[in-house]
């Protein structure tokens, strides 16, 4: 069976290279977390949120999944958003997707790709809501359009979740952000304001 040795002494690289710069960050780190962000992104391994965003270990809460999905069933997802709130008393909500995202690409295709199409129903609705404006473009506009207005959606759920109704109704300041990453450039995007409050009330 094959060793992932070149991964340990990466690590071991990489924790002599922090701590010359710091000899004290670890003993600091494994005390506290305190992070004032909420990263909710897409699982794809070319979108790292701690190295898109320049931020250390600790400075920022991660929860990922295939096409940067919020539902409402999703306990997993519930659970981060619940604990980053709740208790890490987060800030500020990121949910950032990433233009030519493969799980969004999958839900505009008209064939069984398994499992993952349960996953991507959401997203397959979303398209058919859409369906005027994404026919008009052509076929990598359309993709990288309902990526777009993917995060505008999950921005929405993330809203419209008890968790983020109650903390509001306690006058938690916590705000969503949508954001989007283009894998060409290295660069984020905002697509909205953020959401500050209840959608019933304002926005």
Not at 77 to 98: F, N, P, R, S, T
Not at 171 to 191: D, E, F, M, P
Request: proline share 3%.
């Amino acid at each position: 069976m094959e060793q992932l040795n070149h991964l340990l002494e990466n690590n071991r690289s990489w924790a002599n290279g922090i701590l010359a710069n710091d000899p004290e960050f670890f003993k600091k780190l494994s005390t506290q977390q305190n992070p004032e962000y909420l990263w909710i992104g897409c699982s794809d391994s070319r979108v790292p949120a701690n190295q898109i965003t320049g931020l250390a270990p600790g400075e920022i809460f991660v929860h990922r999944n295939v096409a940067n999905v919020v539902v409402e069933t999703d306990f997993n997802v519930l659970a981060v958003m619940q604990y980053a709130v709740d208790v890490l008393k987060v800030k500020h909500i990121i949910i950032c997707g990433h233009y030519g995202c493969g799980g969004v690409q999958a839900a505009l295709e008209n064939f069984r790709h398994g499992m993952i199409d349960n996953w991507l129903a959401g997203i397959r609705s979303l398209a058919r809501r859409n369906q005027a404006e994404l026919a008009a473009l052509d076929s990598v506009s359309a993709v990288d359009r309902l990526c777009e207005l993917n995060v505008l959606s999950q921005a929405d759920h993330v809203a419209r979740t008890t968790i983020l109704e109650d903390a509001w109704e306690r006058g938690q300041q916590v705000s969503i952000h949508s954001w989007i990453y283009r894998l060409n450039n290295g660069l984020i995007t905002t697509l909205a304001p953020p959401i500050t409050g209840s959608l019933d009330n304002s926005h």
